[in-house]
């Protein structure tokens, strides 16, 4: 079991930089790749980068950056030159890499609301 706590959502202007963190408990952080999600109003949810415990990346979008410290148990998501269409509500999610790709599983956080106002 891990438990997930996502923080430093808001309001940002497009153009603006926004630091999104997720903190984990309740299981070795180091057994666990970290994704983030994101889900807009009426769309599906979609991964918009992972990290692995000794820092491989997958999906990492333009303009986001993905970084982990597993001293402090904390997966950070850095967004810059932000656009409307960033919109959205964003989840950490706890899972494994397999064959250097993302595989969720079943743990999320409450998740965090981000809107970027145009």
């Known amino acids: 079991q891990v438990q997930l706590v996502e923080s430093g959502g808001g309001l940002v202007q497009a153009g603006g930089s926004l630091r999104l963190s997720c903190a984990a408990s309740?299981?070795?952080?180091?057994?666990?790749?970290i994704g983030w999600y994101r889900q807009a109003p009426g769309k599906q949810r979609e991964l918009v980068a992972a990290?692995?415990?000794?820092g491989s990346t997958d999906s990492v979008k333009d303009r986001f950056t993905i970084s982990r410290d597993n001293a402090k148990n904390t997966v950070d998501l850095q967004m810059n030159m932000m656009k409307p269409e960033d919109t959205a509500v964003y989840y950490c999610?706890?899972?494994?890499?397999?064959?250097?790709?993302?595989?969720?599983?079943?743990?999320w956080g409450q998740g965090t609301q981000v809107i970027v106002s145009s």
């Open positions: 999610n706890a899972g494994l890499f397999r064959n250097r790709r993302y595989v969720p599983y079943d743990f």
């Open positions: 309740g299981s070795p952080f180091s057994l666990w790749a």
């Open positions: 990290i692995a415990s000794d």
